[in-house]
């Protein structure tokens, strides 16, 4: 029995990085063209979010979403969620229809195909070095003038498997107070047993997801950041415990 479960794990992690790649090499032409101006990535964020859709219904995962608030269209936000999974990515963009731009570790643009599509549209950072996150406020300044959302996961990267939820670093909050942008917190209850970076572990099943109430920083200063941070640490945590 534990062969076969470990033969099976195997073959379900290969099977992820296939359907990663099918949508990519099928779209390669269109994707290519989408991402040649900052303009045309509205566009983009359509297909990412059909890719993302595509991924987890061939991996078996059925996503359920409970909102207690729906974003407005046209209206920028920060979108933050507890990080346990390589399918982080493909629930939070099937969770969210307003365009936004992750800011992510500068590792994942290593990945074959998704890796040259990532670094292309998201804001990468090397949390290792301060010149690097004082870029990217810029760039994410850029992106909000055009727009856009932003989606941090403000863990700042996947903590233990033992750890239910890691502290949050104060980037994400001091970035939407800068803005004065409402903060989405988002729950993803279920994808660390569904597919977590253990490579012997996750299988497919439900994938539960919880938007909660917004946090407004209008009328907020830096100063507020700390409380904020806690506010929304809370607030995740209580969920997951549940």
Same mark, same amino acid.
Request: include cysteine.
């Given at each position: 029995?534990?062969?076969?479960?470990?033969?099976?794990?195997?073959?379900?992690?290969?099977?992820?990085?296939?359907?990663?790649?099918?949508?990519?090499?099928?779209?390669?032409? =269109? &994707? $290519?063209?989408?991402?040649?101006?900052? @303009? #045309?990535?509205?566009? +983009?964020? %359509?297909?990412? *979010?059909?890719?993302?859709?595509?991924?987890?219904?061939?991996?078996?995962?059925?996503?359920?979403?409970?909102?207690?608030?729906?974003?407005?269209?046209?209206?920028?936000?920060?979108?933050?969620?507890?990080?346990?999974?390589?399918?982080?990515?493909?629930?939070?963009?099937?969770?969210?229809?307003?365009?936004?731009?992750?800011?992510?570790?500068?590792?994942?643009?290593?990945?074959?195909?998704?890796?040259?599509?990532?670094?292309?549209?998201? =804001? &990468? $950072?090397?949390?290792?070095?301060?010149? @690097? #996150?004082?870029?990217? +406020?810029? %760039?994410?300044? *850029?992106?909000?003038?055009?727009?856009?959302?932003?989606?941090?996961?403000?863990?700042?990267?996947?903590?233990?498997?033992?750890?239910?939820?890691?502290?949050?670093?104060?980037?994400?909050?001091?970035?939407?107070?800068?803005?004065?942008?409402?903060?989405?917190?988002?729950?993803?209850?279920?994808?660390?047993?569904?597919?977590?970076?253990?490579?012997?572990?996750?299988?497919?099943?439900?994938?539960?997801?919880?938007?909660?109430?917004?946090?407004?920083?209008?009328?907020?200063?830096?100063?507020?950041?700390?409380?904020?941070?806690?506010?929304?640490?809370?607030?995740?945590?209580?969920?997951?415990?549940?």
């Amino acid at each position: 029995m534990k062969l076969f479960k470990q033969v099976f794990w195997v073959f379900y992690r290969i099977w992820f990085y296939v359907l990663v790649a099918i949508p990519i090499i099928i779209l390669l032409p =269109i &994707l $290519v063209i989408s991402i040649l101006k900052e @303009s #045309r990535y509205p566009f +983009f964020f %359509r297909l990412a *979010r059909l890719w993302a859709r595509f991924i987890l219904f061939g991996m078996g995962f059925r996503v359920k979403i409970q909102r207690e608030q729906s974003p407005q269209p046209d209206k920028s936000y920060m979108f933050i969620a507890n990080h346990t999974s390589m399918a982080d990515i493909m629930l939070m963009l099937v969770t969210v229809k307003n365009p936004f731009v992750f800011v992510g570790k500068k590792e994942l643009a290593k990945i074959p195909l998704f890796g040259f599509f990532y670094k292309r549209t998201s =804001i &990468l $950072v090397d949390r290792s070095s301060a010149k @690097s #996150r004082q870029a990217v +406020f810029l %760039r994410a300044q *850029r992106r909000l003038k055009q727009g856009m959302s932003i989606c941090i996961f403000p863990e700042g990267g996947v903590p233990d498997e033992h750890i239910i939820l890691d502290d949050f670093k104060d980037g994400a909050f001091r970035m939407a107070i800068n803005h004065q942008i409402p903060i989405v917190p988002i729950t993803f209850m279920d994808n660390k047993k569904r597919f977590s970076y253990t490579f012997f572990s996750g299988g497919p099943g439900p994938m539960r997801v919880k938007v909660h109430t917004f946090i407004p920083t209008k009328d907020l200063t830096i100063e507020d950041t700390k409380s904020i941070n806690a506010k929304a640490h809370q607030l995740l945590l209580a969920q997951l415990t549940q």
